[in-house]
């Protein structure tokens, strides 16, 4: 686990784009400029617009908190009211569904002392007709894998007498949470499309299959990846009170008081803590958009929803990009007299392709010449044109890195203030994992450096942001440990 203050000092990426601007204005074509211009105008994330997005994403936090539907973010309540403390002894496994793999793994647990002995996993690939068939195709699928990996249990990994295996499920999908241990599916994505699922509750359809095939285990915790990651980070740090994936999609979970959850209130709940899944990807208010993003949401499966994910995410920053080279080479001659088909294809430039564009330190710009052949089929592009698209990638790069920091700091800041000032006086964690964060360094920097300038050299001093990298399939081991029928409950 790595970790990075927010107030510490970064790699100048504003100066190295500042660097490369000159160099664009004083190249580019006269055509493409205005484009240019005007996207650095609509991108940009000066710091009074990211107070309101912080401050809007605050407000939106409460309101959802207090009733359902009242906001974009649903708030949704994960009835995790035990984490891992460290205490936690046994053998204990996961099952990690959320797209075309998924993952089994076990985990041997020692106390304090020795916290994780030793651990296990095993990824498996979804053939496509299971992806595409039954309930009962998929979970059996599912558990015939899971039993053969229980089957090769052995060396550091012991089972208590007079135990039953307990399992963490993590299931990333859209799910209403009726309890640590069930959940009922509110539709498939991710390609997904089997059939007789939705409205069930999936941990009894995975009882169901276990059950069908002999299989003696039971679901302790029902979590979704980005509370599992925030377990399984908790588990090392207790000062973890926030985790966020910044992946192919986006998400963030908190820790959140049980007296500030009005619509809880009717439970009856013991005044502790819980972890509240934000699912901020559908925030909207105040975000910087340009026509290439209205133009690419009207387009998508889910038009008008996840505006912040399509915004922040790593689905989507290279299909922003590329709509932007596509005007810029129809309406100029950024690749001169010829527009490649390629680049009219939806999806074909992927984040991966403008970090690598953006790292490429080269005078002649050689990575991105590469890219533009071997990706979109430009065959020749001048230096002026490879300069106007780490540029262009450098906008949408910045204004998502910078939204997604104005997103921490709102999580953050509405805590703060929630408790009078006890979550930012002192050291505060937050857990991040997703390759977006963990791979692309300049989208890191933008994040980073925003939340310091919203929260303040004073505040941000005490922020730390850990890479927990895979965290939600160890978290959700630990969370089928601190929920386990063969412990007393202690809240959070």
Known sequence: MSATAVGSPFPAAAAVAQHRRRAVQARCSVVAAPILDDLRLRCATPLPLLRHVADAMAADMRAG?????????????????????????????????????????????????????????????????????????????????????VATEGGNFRLQEGRKREIGFTFSFPVKQTSIDSGILIKWTKGFAVSGTAGKDVVACLNAAMERQGLDMRVSALVNDTVGTLAGAHYWDEDVMVA???????????????????????????????IINTEWGAFSDGLPLTEFDRDMDAESINPGEQIFEKTISGMYLGEIVRRVLAKMAQESDLFGHSFADKLAEPFVLRTPHLCAMQQ???????????????????????????????????????????????????????????????????????????????????????????MAELLGPQDSAHVVVEHTKDGSGIGAALLAAANSKYVAKSST
């Open 244 to 274: 966020v994936i910044l992946g192919t999609g986006t998400n963030a979970c908190y820790i959140e008081r049980t007296d500030s959850i009005p619509k809880l209130q009717h439970l009856g709940l013991v005044t502790g803590n819980t």
């Open 65 to 149: 908190l207090a009733a359902d539907g009242a906001a974009e973010l649903k708030m949704i309540p994960s009835y995790v009211y035990s984490l891992p403390t460290g205490d936690e002894t046994g053998l204990f496994y996961a099952l990690d569904l959320g797209g075309t793999n998924f993952r089994v793994l076990r985990v041997q647990l020692g106390g304090k002392d020795r916290r994780v002995i030793d651990s296990e996993s095993e990824q498996v690939s979804i053939p496509k007709d299971i992806m595409h068939g039954t309930t009962e195709e998929l979970f059996d699928f599912i558990v015939a894998r899971l039993s053969r990996f």
């Open 360 to 450: 490429d330190g080269s005078r002649d710009l050689g990575e991105v010449e590469l890219i533009l052949r071997d990706v979109i089929g430009v065959n020749r592009s001048s230096l002026a044109a490879r300069r106007v698209i780490v540029e262009v990638s450098d906008c949408i790069v910045k204004r998502g890195g910078r939204l997604a920091g104005a997103g921490i700091a709102g999580i953050l800041q509405k805590m703060e203030s929630d408790s009078s000032g006890l979550v930012l006086g002192r050291r505060t964690a937050v857990a991040m994992d997703g390759g977006l964060y963990e791979n692309y360094p300049q989208y890191r920097s933008y994040m980073t450096e925003a």
